[in-house]
């Protein structure tokens, strides 16, 4: 039976030339500062389709260095993470468009854990993804850390809810639904984490009888029970908060890239089915309008 550490470390790539070229376009944009470069979500689980979006986390030593102002690196610090945009001319002549967020290796050592409260890194990184590109051996060896950290922490917040019995797909698709519960995506919470455990469901066998020992001959194993209740009065604040701090972090996203408005309009009505429709002011100035949009689409209904 294989440890969760030594399952993560499997989890490697070798990824087609469009997804190394628009890497090191990102790397280079950020002089040196880059620590480790993670890919994750729907483009690596489908690396053919070029018309998917690339989405990564670009793990940095300092804020301040990396984005060269002082604004911009006080808002990654306090509402991380910071998120640019990026389109880049493949060598086979395919557009290609990327979407990441910067957070500091340290901040993502701490947010893969039970002291980040909101599910959206560690409820991510509990999931496949894959590290691209690690400065050394030693940051390597801390984002595969995190990331076991981030299944525990997963695990850990979902187990309490299940009765002490359950299947590794019931198991994690019960964390994977609660979690998207908290953010603001198109699709159906359920059906979008049965998808995510059904394509990986060795993984998850493998993970969860590293967490809790070997299963039964039913495939179901035993699981902790204390906390039901405080787990699921987390879970509810969780679903208050997270959506209007995922707003914000969209809305502040969309200054950091041109033509950012749009493209956040785009992805909120993507998401909820509310048009924002931006002013030219709007457009021109989005993080000192933020308050007006980001109360536009609440009273919208984008946050239900």
Not at 129 to 134: E, M, R, T
Not at 166 to 193: K, N, Q
Request: glycine fraction near 8%; hydrophobic fraction near 40%; include cysteine.
């Amino acid at each position: 039976m294989k440890s969760v550490f030594d399952i993560i470390k499997t989890e490697t790539l070798d990824p087609p030339a469009r997804v190394t070229e628009v890497m090191n376009l990102i790397r280079a944009r950020h002089n040196d500062r880059v620590q480790a470069m993670v890919y994750y979500g729907s483009s690596l689980r489908e690396l053919d389709n070029s018309d998917k979006m690339l989405d990564f986390y670009v793990l940095v030593d300092s804020y301040r260095k990396t984005h060269g102002t002082g604004l911009r690196a006080l808002i990654n610090r306090f509402i991380p993470p910071a998120v640019y945009y990026v389109e880049h001319t493949a060598s086979d002549g395919r557009i290609s468009t990327c979407k990441y967020s910067i957070l500091s290796l340290s901040e993502f050592e701490k947010r893969c854990s039970a002291r980040a409260f909101l599910s959206q890194v560690w409820g991510r990184f509990s999931q496949p993804c894959a590290v691209l590109w690690a400065k050394n051996e030693t940051v390597l060896g801390r984002v595969w850390a995190a990331r076991v950290v981030a299944v525990e922490t997963m695990a850990g917040a979902t187990a309490p809810l299940l009765n002490g019995s359950a299947t590794a797909a019931e198991l994690w698709g019960r964390g994977f639904y609660e979690s998207y519960r908290t953010e603001l995506r198109p699709e159906s919470s359920t059906g979008r984490s049965e998808e995510i455990v059904a394509r990986y469901q060795d993984r998850y066998d493998a993970i969860t009888a590293g967490l809790y020992g070997a299963p039964n001959s039913d495939g179901v194993f035993t699981l902790p029970t204390a906390g039901k209740s405080g787990t699921k009065r987390r879970w509810l604040f969780r679903r208050i908060l997270g959506k209007p701090a995922a707003a914000i972090r969209v809305l502040l996203g969309a200054a950091t890239f041109d033509g950012g408005i749009d493209y956040i309009a785009r992805k909120i009505e993507n998401h909820s089915g509310v048009k924002l429709n931006p002013t030219p002011a709007q457009r021109k100035h989005p993080v000192l309008n933020s308050p007006v949009l980001f109360w536009k689409i609440w009273r919208q209904g984008a946050l239900k």
